[in-house]
């Protein structure tokens, strides 16, 4: 019985850590930083995913990695929870008017580098190459400012 038990456990356990659906995934993600995103799966539970892009929010240009972990803690075919962390690079330009005199506007540029982390739901359509998540991603700026942010954002994913 013992035996029995165990094998039971262990096959309950080996189905809910199969999170991974597909191998890769190429897409767009809309929302605080948007650009192109993609996703490669290392194992059945980790991927490494890449978001290129920019913020409709602060402009400039962004870079960022991160690694995630899959995990079905749902009975929904095709729907699993991810978390993870990274790190990130960005720039922009920003501006503002002078004191005293209105005409005199000025920019700067910036620039910031930190870390990252990552929660959200991903939904692989059965029977179909499409990935839908929705996800939170707050960053930290930790070189050249210091700068707590973050925001939510969707993702569709042509998934191979």
């Not at 199969?18 to 650009?35: C, F, I, M, P």
């Not at 929904?76 to 004191?99: C, D, K, M, P, Q």
């Amino acid at each position: 019985m013992k035996k029995f038990l165990f094998f039971i456990v262990t096959l309950n356990l080996a189905i809910t850590l199969a999170a991974q659906d597909y191998k890769t995934g190429v897409g767009l993600r809309l929302g605080w930083e948007s650009g192109i995103i993609v996703k490669h799966f290392l194992d059945t539970d980790a991927a490494v995913e890449g978001i290129i892009g920019t913020s409709p929010y602060w402009g400039g240009f962004y870079l960022c990695g991160l690694y995630e972990l899959h995990a079905k803690p749902f009975e929904v075919e095709g729907l699993s929870l991810f978390y993870g962390g990274g790190a990130h690079i960005r720039s922009w330009a920003g501006g503002g008017w002078g004191v005293g005199n209105p005409r005199n506007k000025y920019y700067n540029s910036y620039f910031g580098m930190g870390v990252d982390a990552i929660v959200g739901l991903e939904y692989k359509v059965p029977e179909a190459p499409i990935s839908i998540s929705l996800d939170v991603k707050p960053a930290i700026d930790v070189i050249e400012s210091f700068w707590i942010y973050g925001g939510g954002a969707l993702g569709i994913r042509y998934t191979f």
